[in-house]
């Protein structure tokens, strides 16, 4: 089978998660990434060290670095910058989340890629945007993606304080806007044989995500209130504990096409004959006195019970799943929603797949993450460089 990104070449300079974990998706396309680090590795690569001791494994770095090739440059020194302009100019798709200020002064902007290499796709990821307000704050996911779409303020039960996300949430929804903006933009720069500049925010991918919600707004100016588990405008679109402690969703917004249904499989037809909740408008308003005794019914029985009585009528709802319980979900074991990586330290280990699949081509992941320099003097001499130039490098503590 063909890899899609077979010939592509990507030079990743960036750190944590939204843009690394882009490249990962190009390499898992068959691109060639290589992933430029700074002396002793990027922070996200760093913070691991310092939680779990120096050159620790973790299985979230491996998911977005796989299958790429490391080399560590020292991007203050200008003979790094060369290396790097190098590296520019062999390349198809560059992908950064510096800032502004350092891409100016590693000469890393739009412009002096574009001037090495014209035909380059530019991709930079960042919270709020390169122009604007806003272009030189700080951001992570948990602030632009999280806090400042909106999200942050409406996620939760209404009774409960706003929720913090989990990390990488947004990162990781970015880094798929991020491939799909630049799949398209080297599509047309192979059609126009011109270079193209892609730029994607944090914070615009969770407006974007949010749309439902934040289309209102534009609409109307108000904020949607919370819902509540305790009291939902709609009985059977809620979540309700079993005897086992195991928690049901039930997702039945067109409630008046499943009610009937609900109600035969509780076994209350008066339930479903009572003029109270014959619309949908009456089934809202008076559904409330319902949720206790629902409640209670989903209480007495474990969930295996519950699994048969649903699907036997054909509701819509799934088990809240734990995290143990989703990785060893059979129908995704059977999708191959995991992938596994052969790490020279941590052996075998399972990670993420990727997201999507593309019948009769090669995606998949490609190996594990390079360590630290992995790849550094074996790249530097496919550029051209001489042994004896390399050995200059490294002891000069340019490249490492």
Known sequence: MTAPLEGIRVLEVASWLAAPCCAALLADMGATVVKVEPPGGETYRRMYDALMGDGAVHPSYQFDNRGKRGVCINLEDPAGIDVVHRLVRESDIFITNLTAERLARYRLTDADVHAIQPGMVYGVLSGFGTDGADSDRQAFDQTAFWARSGAMSIFGDRDDGPLISRGGYGDRTTGLNLLAALLAALRVRDQTGEGQFVEVTLQRTGIWALASDVNGALYDRLQPAKTSHVEPPNPIWNFYRTRDERV???????????????????????????????????????????????????????????????????????????????????????????????????????????PFQIRDADVAVRGPAPDRGEHTREVCAELGLSAAEIDELFAAGTVS
Not at 305 to 332: M, N
């Open 248 to 354: 049901i969703l039930l997702v039945m917004p067109m409630a008046l096409n499943y009610w009937p249904k609900f109600c035969e499989m509780v076994e209350r037809p008066d339930w479903r004959d009572d003029e109270r909740f014959q619309t949908v408008l009456g089934l809202m308003q008076n559904g409330l006195e319902l949720i206790p005794e629902i409640r209670s019914m989903f209480s007495s029985q474990d969930l295996d019970y519950w699994r048969e009585k649903l699907d036997a009528v054909g509701l819509i709802w799934e088990p809240v799943a734990d995290l143990p319980d989703v990785v060893e979900d059979p129908a995704l074991r059977e999708r191959d929603a995991f992938a596994l990586v052969v790490h020279e330290q941590a052996g075998a280990m399972e990670i993420v797949n990727t």
